[in-house]
Structures are given as structure tokens and as C-alpha cells.
Nanobody, 115 residues
Framework: QAQLVESGGGRAQPGGSLLLTCTGS????????MRWYHQAPGKQREWVAE???????RYVDSVKGRFIISRDNPKNMVSLQMNNLKPEDTGVYFC?????????WGQGTQVTVSS
């Protein structure tokens, strides 16, 4: 079993930045595709960004040019640099590790974008 723990959430003003991190334990995450999901208040969880074991990033259109996903394999960690934040970015951000049928989730970290 892998355990994922997100951190770095908090409050930011529109246009501000936050750095989310997801640290894994229990398994080496090198071969896993790592993803970030966003769950806005009252809405379903939605995919935001992912980075494969081969370091290929992908983003939902709404965050392209604003968010950057990266991974640090020696530290068993994936990060999401969130820039130019918008109020609609508010919600809980979840980290996911996926390798075939093996899927693990973190507990989530709250992000609030408000002036």
C-alpha cells in the first residue's frame, strides 16, 4: 500500500500563487502516473494535471499556462505550482498515484482563492 499526503494548501488572493506537494510513502512512486484533482465546493472531483513516469505533463485547459506539475522521484514527491490563481480554483486538491489497477489517493488539501 502507498500512502499519499498533500500539503501546501491555504488561502491566496486572486493572482497569487501556492505550491502544493504530495509526498508518498510505502512504495516507490517512480513508475506511477501522478495526478492532481480539484473538487470545488458542491461539485464533483475533476482532473487538473498529471505527470507520467516518463515525465510527460498534461493539463486541463483551464490551468494551462498557470499551473506546473513536476515530480521529484528521489523524494517520492509530486508538486503543483499554482500561479495566477482565480476564485474558481477554490476547493480541495487531491493527489493520486496510478499504475494500472493500483490507485492511491491522498486526503486532500484545501485551497481558497479570495480577496
Amino acid at each position: 500500500q502507498a500512502q499519499l499526503v498533500e500539503s501546501g494548501g491555504g488561502r491566496a488572493q486572486p493572482g497569487g500563487s501556492l505550491l502544493l506537494t504530495c509526498t508518498g510513502s510505502g512504495k516507490r512512486l517512480n513508475p506511477y502516473t501522478m495526478r492532481w484533482y480539484h473538487q470545488a465546493p458542491g461539485k464533483q472531483r475533476e482532473w487538473v494535471a498529471e505527470i507520467s513516469g516518463g515525465m510527460m505533463p498534461r493539463y486541463v485547459d483551464s490551468v494551462k499556462g498557470r499551473f506546473i506539475i513536476s515530480r521529484d522521484n528521489p523524494k517520492n514527491m509530486v508538486s503543483l505550482q499554482m500561479n495566477n490563481l482565480k476564485p474558481e480554483d477554490t476547493g480541495v486538491y487531491f493527489c493520486q498515484a496510478e499504475l494500472g489497477a493500483n490507485i492511491y489517493w491522498g486526503q486532500g488539501t484545501q485551497v481558497t482563492v479570495s480577496s
